[in-house]
């Protein structure tokens, strides 16, 4: 597996790849590798001639007062872990080359980026625009591979892409989750043994709300209630940024559900913050 620093030297070695006709799957990534990113890696390894993975936590994506500097890092485990799996290239730039002094360009997609978690952190899409749009200059990948768990990130993702007639083909892949359901995440760490177990609560939830979507109920603010109920009632939760029922294209809340829904939720358990969402997708009879 070939280490790169620099963006420039990055892009040069992507050129060379596709002048001879290779395909380039990249899974950009701000490291701590769990599953469920290596899913996203073990897939762009089958459907690509060269698999790239970055890691890079990116300044520009927390506020003020976010977990830039406690963010966890493993660069040692995150190197054996993509070696195991045969990645190609890891691309791991210093945020000093990616953001210069001097630099002052920013990529903004709006309306979906103010909706859920653009609501309570407020740069927050802006900063990940940002940098994705210059992984996606820097790696040059035929395909891209992001996790349907950061839905709301995946749809902005696909704006900018159509919006700025980008190149590369975008793929959202499944949700990895612990045993009890808990969907992986690097931020897991930050929870204890009692908060870890607490966390159980946002998938039992979203499962709850799926379950009377599928046995028909189609008042989106009462399955809103249930969920609101159901988070607030587990102590360890200390803060619900928004749990609900939303349109999977626009991101506006439900009032009633008559097509595909998502059912997405933000709380804190501690001071960790935590995300999750199902894609609900009613079976269609044809007769
Ligand atoms: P992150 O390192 O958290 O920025 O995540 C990097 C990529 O991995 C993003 O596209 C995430 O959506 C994806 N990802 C994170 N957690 C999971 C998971 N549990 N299952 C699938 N993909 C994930």
Redesign the pocket.
Known sequence: MEIIRIPRIMQDTSKGHILRGRTIGFV????VLHE??L??VRRAKQENDITTVSIFVNPAQFGPSEDFKQYPRDIEGDTAKLFREEADILFMPDALLIYPEGFSTYVEVEKISERLCGAFRPAHFKGVATVVTKLLNIVKPTKAY??R??FQ?TIVIKQLVKDLDMDADIVV????REQDGL????RNAYLDIRQREAATVIYKCLIEAADLIKSGIIDANYIKGVMQDGLLKEPAVSGLDYAGVYDPVTLSELSEIKGDTLLAVAVKIGNTRLIDNMLVIPVRKYE
């Open positions: 950009p990534t701000m490291g469920g990113h899913s996203l992001f996790g768990k950061d990130q892949c499944p949700t990895l969907a992986m995440s690097s």
